[in-house]
Structures are given as C-alpha cells and as structure tokens.
C-alpha cells in the first residue's frame, strides 16, 4: 500500500517541479532577452563634461573594445539556454532531472558574469572618458544599463526558484556579489559619476550611513517590544482589539510630514521641560519626532502579526498546554510565542524594510541619515549624488529582507521537522 501510495505522489511531485521549471524557464529566457534588448537600444552610459550640463548618450554596441557586441551574444546564448530548458521540462525529456540540477547553475554564473561585464564596460568607458575630460567629467549609468541589471535579475531569480538545486541558489544569489565586489576592489569603477560622488563625501556619507542604520534597527527595536505586547493583549481582550488596531489605523493613513508637524510642539515642550529629554537630545526637530513616527508605522505590521499567529493557533495545542497545569504567563512563552514566531517574524522583515526606506524623510527635520545626501543632490541637481543615498538605502532594505526571510524559512523547516517526528513517534 505504501508503494502505491508514493507513486502517484511522486508523480504529482516530478510534474509540479516540471511545471516550476517551465515557469522559471520562461522568466529567465524573458530576462536574457530583455537584456539582449537593452544592449542594442537605449543609453547604456551619458557623458557629461559636469555634474550639471546635460551629456552624450552612448549606446552599449558603441562602448569600445567590442564589449557591447560580447554582451549581446551572451545574453542571446543565455536566452537559449534558458529556452532549452523549458522545452526539456515540456517534453518530459529523461534528461530533465540532470538538465535542471545544472541549467540552474549555468544560468546564475551567466548573468552575474554578464551583468559583471556591463558593469565593467561602464566603468572602462568611464575611465576613457575621464583621461580626455578631465576630473570634472561624469559618466553617469544610463536607462539601458538598468534595465539590463533588471533581466539580469531575472534570470537570476529563475535559477533561484523552488525545486531548482540548492548549489544552483547559492550560485545565482552569491556570485553577483563576489563579482561586484571584485571590480570594487579592482578599482575598474572608479572613475563612474556615482563612485566619484561618493569619494567626495566619504566621511559624511559613513556618518549618515550610520545614523540611517541606528533609526531602522532602533525603531523596528522598540516596535517589536510594542507590537509583542499589544498584539497579545489584543488577541487575549476583544475590547483592546477595536482600540488597539484603531489607534494604529490612524497612525498609518496620517502623512509622514503631518505626523511630524504633529509631534513637534509635544517633542519641543518635553525637550524643554523634562529633564530626560533634554539630556537625550529630544527637541521639536532632529531625531526625536521622526524616530517616534517611524516606531508608529512599524507597529501595526508587527502587531497584526502577532495578533492573527495568536489567534490562529491550533486550540488543542494550547489545551494540551493547560492540562499540563500551565498558568496563562508559561503558556504565552513556553507555547504560543514560539509557536507563532515565524508570523511574527514576517511582520519584522516588513517592519524593518519599511523603517529603511522612511528613515529618508528624517533629513527634513535635521535628523540627518542618507536622506541628507539624497536631498543635497536633488537640491544640486545631482543625478549620481542621489544615487549615493539611495542605492546604499535600497541595498540596506534588500538585505535585511533575505536575512530574516532566511531566518523564517530555517524556522518553518525545524518546525516541519518536529510534527514529522512527532507524527513518527505517533505512528
């Protein structure tokens, strides 16, 4: 009976893995294509002989050396590759399963080389561009080389993707890194707009780097002690519910700007009056009523998390948990906490990525963080200066989310591990 029973699961198994890869297959020669695309057409860099006047658009094919035209037959040779594999999972080809363990791997060190390429064309032409010009020449990365990175991105994801081998993940998501990293170091991109911009402000920005890192980590901080305790009184009080989520309601359509206007005259007369305040440097502008704001916003995520993980636990574990004589207090840490910690791990990570892109708005208030660097560019009209405080934000906010989702996916598969040794052990 066993047998027969695992047969036609295994079955529904090697077809659903046939139909990812089909997908992943069509995302992936998609993204090949639509990097192959943006090779021939659009800007790829602009040459300006400032950081201000308008500049020359150069074409990728139109680089130097013949970069451009070794990027095109890449992505064409990737795009097929991609293709191969869909129409390997779509014949049921018996080679599928060895096609797949490596066309993952294949794929992941095509794009991150190529997407390296392109980053080193950019970066040569630059430099090129920079020994003609002078210092005061920008090579600014045009519209083509960012929608470039994007297929890159998803013929990456497409190797990344559920049933793919798990050497085939680490490749797709490490190698990029290690590649980026390299020609970093190198100093091959030296002499691109957003890394000259950079080395002009390289203290300030590693100030207010730091500033930006402490308002995330410390307002997702206090909104997890928060979002614990309101969410677990809301889910044990139906009254707290309705006041609870109602003030957090409010809090969240209120404008970021307005919120601030709010707080201002509250920040300004603690700062006056209360001595702890004032020694901690609370005022009615500065760091005080952005952080309060920013611990407002990432309360409610983490709040209904907790919320729904509570009250969606299984009622025979918490009876279990009762007949074992545990008061209410052991039952909430030694059970239901832990229990729902992956939910609530979820309401984090939206919490923390949400907190990295709002901390912008504190340079407004003189709070500084990287949004002083983004508003100086914008007040200089400064493409690759803004480029210094976003990229650094978006990059802040992508690595946190993969670190917890990481952390929820570990949690998630001990917790399958022990309901399948509690079910052995039943069994």
Known sequence: MASSSSGPRHERDVNGLRTVAVDRGVVGTAGALLAAAATVLGPFVVLRPNRV????????????????????????????LSAGGVLAARARARS??????????????GASALAAAAL???????????????????????????????????????????????????????????????????????QLAVLREYANIREAFWGAFGQHVMYTAGATGVAVVLGVLLGVWSARRRRAESAVFGVLNVAQVLPTLAFIGLLMPLMSWMGE????????????????PVFVVLVAYALYPITRNV?????????????????????????????????????????????????????IIAALVGGGGLGRIVFYGLEQTAEDLVLVGVLPIVALGLSLDIAVRGLEGILASAGSDAQDAQGKAAA
């Open 53 to 80: 006047l308008p500049g020359v658009a150069v074409r990728a094919l139109a680089v130097g050396g013949g970069r451009g035209w070794w990027l095109l037959g890449g992505w064409l040779v990737l795009a097929a």
């Open 273 to 288: 009056n209360v001595a702890v305040a004032r020694a901690a440097g609370v005022g009615g502008i500065g760091w005080a």
């Open 307 to 359: 919320y729904s993980a509570i009250r969606g636990l299984d009622s025979g574990v918490v009876d279990a948990a009762k007949g074992m004589g545990m008061n209410s207090r052991q039952r909430l840490w030694s059970v239901e906490l832990p229990l729902a910690l992956p939910v609530v791990l979820a309401g984090v990570r939206i919490a923390l990525v949400q907190t990295t892109a709002g901390a």
């Open 120 to 190: 080193e064309a950019a970066g040569a032409r630059a430099a090129s561009f920079a020994a003609l010009e002078g210092p005061l020449a920008r090579t600014s990365l045009g519209g083509s080389f960012y929608v470039m990175l994007f297929g890159a991105y998803l013929v990456l994801f497409s190797a990344a993707g559920p049933g793919e081998a798990r050497l085939g993940k680490t490749v797709a998501w490490i190698a990029p890194l290690v590649a980026t990293g390299g020609l970093l170091v190198s100093g091959r991109l030296s």
């Open 96 to 109: 599928f399963a060895r096609w797949g363990r490596w066309a993952a791997v294949a794929r992941g060190l």
